[in-house]
Nanobody, 122 residues
Framework: QVQLVESGGGLVQSGGSLRLSCAAS????????MGWFRQAPGKEREFVAG???????TSYTDSVKGRFTISRDNPNTVYLQMNSLKPEDTAVYYCAASRYRVPTMTDETDYWGQGTQVTVSS
C-alpha cells in the first residue's frame, strides 16, 4: 500500500523559506513521477512542481519558477524547497505520485498525501 507523508509546513513571513518533505513508502518508486500540488481556500487544487524519479527531470508552474526547487533523495523522499515566499503561496501543499508519468493534473495522480499547511504572512 502506497503511503505519502508530508512534513515541513508552517507559518513564515513574506520573503522567507520553507522546505517540504514527502516520505514515500509501499513501492519501489524508480518508475514513478512525483509532484507537489497546492490548494488555497476556495480554489481548485493546482500543480506546483514535478519530478521524474528515474532521471530527475523537473517541471514547474510559471508562478514558482526561480523560487521553488523540487528534488528527490533515494530511497524514497521528495523535497520542495520554497524560497522568496509570497502571501499568494499560502495553501495546503500535497505530495502526489503517478505510476507512469509526472502528474501535472489531479486526474493524472494515483496517490495523494494528507497535505501540509503553508501560510505566508505579509
Amino acid at each position: 500500500q502506497v503511503q505519502l507523508v508530508e512534513s515541513g509546513g508552517g507559518l513564515v513571513q513574506s520573503g522567507g523559506s520553507l522546505r517540504l518533505s514527502c516520505a514515500a513508502s509501499g513501492r519501489t518508486f524508480s518508475s514513478y513521477g512525483m509532484g507537489w500540488f497546492r490548494q488555497a481556500p476556495g480554489k481548485e487544487r493546482e500543480f506546483v512542481a514535478g519530478i521524474r524519479w528515474s532521471v530527475g527531470s523537473t517541471s514547474y508552474t510559471d508562478s514558482v519558477k526561480g523560487r521553488f526547487t523540487i528534488s528527490r533523495d533515494n530511497p524514497n523522499t521528495v523535497y520542495l524547497q520554497m524560497n522568496s515566499l509570497k502571501p499568494e503561496d499560502t495553501a495546503v501543499y500535497y505530495c502526489a505520485a503517478s505510476r507512469y508519468r509526472v502528474p501535472t493534473m489531479t486526474d493524472e495522480t494515483d496517490y495523494w498525501g494528507q497535505g501540509t499547511q503553508v501560510t505566508v504572512s505579509s
